[in-house]
């Protein structure tokens, strides 16, 4: 089961966040604090998927945005990593060549979207 | 600044906010944009309603505070407008959680809404319906999303039947509901539809038994559809990166995988299709890896047959060995639960998984840790504990006490010699001493203690080992404690094992007292520390006065330390009683001990009473067995108390038993002698005199005495009481320990005196039949 999908960017700022099981507001920004600092100060090298407390994290990059989902244990991973790109290449057809400014622009739009997606699990 | 705010777009707001160079400027901004919003909303214009609304959501976006929004979302719920509806309900996602009250409100405009026709509009519903439905309102509208199921339209069935996904999950007893339609809808072609389908199914079996049968009966059709999918050749709505839908491939997978598992015939029907799919699908993309790793899970958890257990196996051990980091990570995920069931396919490939031990990359090496020590077994065990010993030194902190503790547990159960097993213990207590677990300590003391050829090597090592460092707490408390206990073997000299190490007491002695002073020490280790300078010092030859003297201040110490550390004493004084060795013996040591930093004569020995009387005792026995020697009492000054007390070494564990002897009877009353002989030393004798009485009267005031030949020395402990009361009840018990040096027969000679039925009795007696185990 997916916990939450965030995009953050590498100077900490919280693009776009979605939440599938209710988190108070100021744990958010915890939450969200300490996942962007795990992904970053990963390198190239090593694999796309954290453990962090009770649930795995499966992150990807894409210049300067990370795209991160918090998954319980019994989801695939691979899949999950797969969901992402997917994604980012719907929101790619749907802006024409994407970028950060897009989604941050676009926000609103992009949790409509969002509703749509989540639920295959 | 902007007056018409109340119209600002919300584009220009978002720049406003980006262009603010601080946090307190976009505060500012935000504030002053909320104060407008709010006043808008006040003033209850229908027009702008929703861009204020939408600039409010952008807000809250942000982490701002924006409750005041929520009765607005309702009122744009029930506007006609398609606009209004459309911010309306996104505003009722964001802000309108289960927690509000005021989302029950929204569940009549949903119904509404739901029944209209408009297929947006019906959308628009489902979706929120299916973001934050709450249980009360998932009850109240199954029945319209039910019918939905089956609307024409492929837009509204496919959010219908995500909705009642939702709901399954939030109330569980609606499955009846939707039961029925899945079938039909497994017919669609649509994928979208198809995936929600799939995923519907797996909520309710996953939820209810009942359904989980009724599912069973659709497994060919649902191995018909993931045959299609799989062999159908490019279809440009649904592939990604050559492999046709991943997406519902995985998801039919995992429902196969729970409609299979613990069930034969099912499982039977997939096993081709789950062959089929791991032999074709493309592994040069994540996408086709993804799906592999799925048919891997399923064949895994049904009940498969043998070959395609093989092939899964050999899959994951390919992934293993492929460069990417992922796709590793993955593989020793599935290793570990696999190598419960198959330990000996997996054991193949145990060389991969011990090189993952060196990847630079934390989930990587944590995971191959935990695997690596799960496929250690007693064929495998000395090489495995070298690469884990490596990995030990290298690792990052956190895993090395998850590292230490397992390389001990494993050296526990497979060891293939006592002497390997100290060397690895010790090694890893000198590379990561502070990580292992407390009872370390305690189990390395036992191991060494049991292994009686291997005192004078193990007590050599620990001694070099602390001499180079003494900042590690367990290895100095396990050398402290061994080095008191063998320190005599230690100056001895020669030992074959290890190269001839000249010690000299001195230099064991200024070890102890920098262990001692050492700042880095903790109180616990202190106690080990002084316990073995104590020990030491009975069993030097070197110059008695200067340690008694030496003992003394020692002691002056360990008294203070106790008042310091009083809670630690009960630690301290209890550890050692762990390994069965005498912990009244440390008892009274530390008696002793104060005693002689009072420097007065010492309190009642408890032997000493004894004392007095067994010279009236002996006194009376110039009879036939004449040589009832004096026996040595227990001299009552204290340094040689000491000695004797301390000259009775440790016992391990207990030997093959000697039958017990009855040795009196009368009137009921019964004597029985029990007898130890503590393997660690040969000449020590534990006799235990029990005392039983069946008869009618209690027996009172009573004395036991014994008398042993010259050569013997014997020691009589206090009793237990001195009424042994009748019918049975608790046995009076009092324990001799004789030292027998020379290896004599051994003769005794048992007095008893007691008032039984009113009457005095008295008892003398030889004791016959002495088992001759007893003294051999």
Known sequence: MIKFFLMVNKQGQTRLSKYYEHVEINKRTLLETEVIKSCLSRSNEQCSFIEYKDFKLIYRQYAALFIVVGVNDTENEMAIYEFIHNFVEVLDDYFSRVSELDVSFFSAVNQVFHSTWQRTG | MVASSSSLKLQDLIQEIREAKTQAQEREVIQKECA????????????????????????????????????????????????????????????????????????????????????????LALCTLS??????????????????????????????????????????????????PCAQLLHEHHHGILLGTITLITELCERSPAALKHFRKMVPQLVHI?????????????????????????????????LGRNHEESSETMNDLLAQVATNTDTSRNAGNAVLFETVLTIMDIRSAAGLRVLAVNILGRFLLNTDRNIRYVALTSLLRLVQSDHSAVQRHRPTVVECLREPDGSLSRRALELSLALVNSSNVQAMIQELQGFLESCPPDLQADCASGILLAAERFAPTKRWHIDTTLRVLTTAGTHVRDDAVASLTQLIGGAQELHAYSVRRLYSALAEDISQQPLVQAATWCIGEYGDLLLEGSCEETEPLQVEEEEVLALLERVLQSHMSLPATRGYALTALVKLSTRLRGDKSCLDVELQQRAVEYNTLFQKYDHMRAAILEKIPLVERGGSQVDEEAKESKETAQLSEAAPVPTEPQASKLL?????????????QHPRPLDPTPGSALIHLLNLPCAPPPPAPIPNLKVFEREGLQLDL?????????????????????????????????????????????????????QGGLPMTQLLRILNPKKAPLRLKLRLTYNHFGQSVQEIFEVNNLPVEAWQ
């Open chain 2, 616 to 628: 009236d005792l002996l006194d009376l026995l110039d009879g036939p067995s004449g040589d009832a």
């Open chain 2, 226 to 258: 993931l045959r299609t999918v799989v062999t159908t050749g490019y279809s440009k709505e649904h592939s990604i990166s050559g492999v046709s839908d991943p997406f519902l491939q995985v998801q039919i997978l995992r429902l196969l995988r729970i």
């Open chain 2, 36 to 123: 407008h919003i709010r006043a808008s909303f006040r003033d209850g214009d229908p027009l702008h309603r929703h861009r204020q609304l939408t600039k409010l959501l952008y807000v809250h976006l942000l982490g701002y505070p924006a409750h005041f929004g929520q009765m607005e979302c309702l009122k744009l719920i029930a506007s006609p407008r398609f606009t209004d509806k459309r911010v309306g309900y996104l505003g009722a996602m964001l802000l309108l959680d289960e927690r509000q009250d005021a989302h029950l409100l929204i569940t009549n405009s949903i119904k509404n809404d739901l029944s209209q026709g408009i297929q947006a509009v019906q959308g």
């Open chain 2, 674 to 726: 029990s007898f130890v002989r503590p393997p660690g030393t040969p000449t020590l004798l534990l006799i235990t005199v029990t005392a039983t009485n069946t008869s009618g009267g209690d027996v009172t005031h009573f004395i036991c005495q014994a008398a042993v030949p010259k050569s013997f020395q014997l020691q009589l402990q206090a009793p237990s009481g001195d009424t042994v009361p009748a």
């Open chain 2, 131 to 180: 973001a934050t439905g709450s249980a009360e309102m998932c009850r109240d509208l199954a029945t319209e999303v039910e019918k939905l199921l089956l609307q024409p339209s492929a837009y509204v069935r496919k959010k219908a039947v995500l909705t009642a996904v939702h709901m399954i999950r939030k109330a569980p007893e609606l499955s009846d509901i939707f039961l029925p």
